[in-house]
């Protein structure tokens, strides 16, 4: 499955150690994560994560993009809902495509630990019948 990963700056520590945590379930699935937050992602972990540009530079659209084409299976985005971001009608466009493609999306913590564990016990399978 492809899974693609989005954090804010002040979420990144935390996308980090989620990573880290889930690293045996991330390993067997293809990892898609704007510019910065992928970076940090295989510092922490040696997982290989294919880079989009920095969010606020153009990666949250690319991201939109495979969603829209129906390359993305899931999104984790943790994002920080405290800061307004210049990039914010990118992120909404986010959660929109998720809802209109049927995209699992996971915005803090809680919500991926579920997405992961689902991923694990197979309930995210549909995914690969979606896409046909």
């Given amino acids: 499955m492809n899974i693609a990963m989005i954090a804010h700056d002040a979420k990144k520590k935390l996308m980090q150690n989620f990573c880290i945590a889930y690293r045996g379930i991330l390993s067997k699935h293809n990892l898609f994560a704007t510019g910065t937050t992928g970076r940090l992602i295989e510092e922490v972990t040696n997982l290989t994560v294919h880079k989009y540009l920095a969010g606020h530079l153009g990666g949250t659209q690319q991201l939109g993009t ?32 998720c809802d209109k493609h049927n995209i699992p999306l996971a915005t803090n913590l809680a919500t991926a630990e579920l997405l992961i564990k689902a991923l694990e016990r197979g309930d995210l399978d549909w995914r690969e019948l979606f896409k046909s």
Wanted: proline share 9%; aromatic share 6%; no cysteine.
């Fill in 66 to 97: 495979q969603i829209e084409h129906n390359q993305i299976d899931m999104v984790l985005f943790l994002r920080d809902p405290l800061t307004p971001k210049s990039h914010e009608p990118d992120v909404n466009n986010i959660f929109q495509l």
